[in-house]
């Protein structure tokens, strides 16, 4: 049951949603997991979660404008000239295309499971933990070496398949494409930038269709909401930031250890019965 959503609890969320939304550890998973413990709080919902993301899509935008503009004016240019159809900006408008039909779809038939049984902190903790070790192994045995310009159609579908289980809190947007991309063989770099890219639909269209529940009964209000997606937009473009200079020198062992230990507390509290599944 979603609860109600307080000017403290805005602030923190959208700290927290910043912090974590382009970190492969799951900005879903921190919101849900500071709801559950903190007395009073409990579950933001579904539909506070994805418009405060929205907050961090624009920083998204923001951060890379040049290449979002020259993707979508090559794109569009290319329907009326078929010269343009080769050029890597009109392949990557089609590739974004094609890589957001998988939670276009997903999140459309799995809806009412996604908002309720999965929310679940049992969910939450086990994919921590599993997610963070499958990005382990990826980061380790990946080659490491190819760019952007060598993703083909099939590739693009199945980054698409791996952003749509971060419908599941705790698989992690980023984490689950950035992963996939390693085990195709693209850069760290690479990797993320179309992790990037490829949420800017998904996540736009979710926080707009989502934005119709704010305010209404036992949905957060208006206020706090807006509040925490300012927040988040703040945050989350000092961290794009950060986290792309990082990942061109550093493995992503640290986040690794980071979802073992955080999914480890989580399962820990369930088990002890300091938490219930659904707080």
């Not at 579950?43 to 506070?48: H, L, W």
């Not at 999965?118 to 921590?128: A, C, D, K, M, P």
């Not at 992790?195 to 800017?200: D, E, G, N």
Request: glycine content about 10%; some cysteine.
């Amino acid at each position: 049951m979603e609860h109600s959503v307080g000017w403290l609890g805005a602030l923190v969320y959208g700290l927290l949603q910043g912090l974590t939304e382009f970190l492969p550890i799951s900005s879903s998973a921190h919101v849900r997991i500071m709801g559950a413990l903190v007395p009073g709080w409990g579950d933001p919902g579904a539909a506070f979660t994805a418009v405060i993301q929205l907050g961090t899509e624009t920083a998204v935008v923001v951060y890379f404008r040049n290449d979002i503009w020259a993707i979508i004016r090559t794109w569009t240019l290319s329907l009326f000239r078929p010269v343009l159809r080769r050029d890597p900006n009109a392949r990557m408008g089609w590739f974004i295309i094609a890589g957001t039909l998988p939670i276009g779809v997903l999140g459309f038939l799995f809806q009412e499971t996604i908002e309720t049984a999965l929310r679940s902190l049992v969910y939450v903790g086990i994919t921590l933990i599993a997610f963070g070790l499958i990005l382990g192994i990826a980061d380790a045995i990946a080659p490491n070496r190819k760019s952007l310009d060598r993703l083909t159609f099939p590739q693009a579908l199945l980054f698409g398949c791996a952003q749509a289980l971060a419908l599941i809190p705790g698989v992690s947007r980023s984490g689950g494409t950035i992963t996939a991309g390693l085990l195709m063989g693209f850069t760290r770099e690479a990797a993320a930038r179309y992790s990037f890219l490829l949420a800017i639909p998904a996540v736009f269209a979710s926080g707009f269709l989502e934005v119709l529940d704010i305010g209404e009964e036992h949905a957060p209000d208006w206020g706090p909401t807006i509040l925490a997606t300012i927040v988040s937009f703040v945050v989350g473009y000092l961290v794009i930031v950060y986290f792309m200079r990082y990942i061109s020198r550093h493995s992503f062992r640290p986040f690794v250890i980071y979802r073992a230990l955080l999914g480890t507390v989580v399962l820990s509290l369930l088990a002890f019965g300091v938490v219930t599944p659904f707080a």
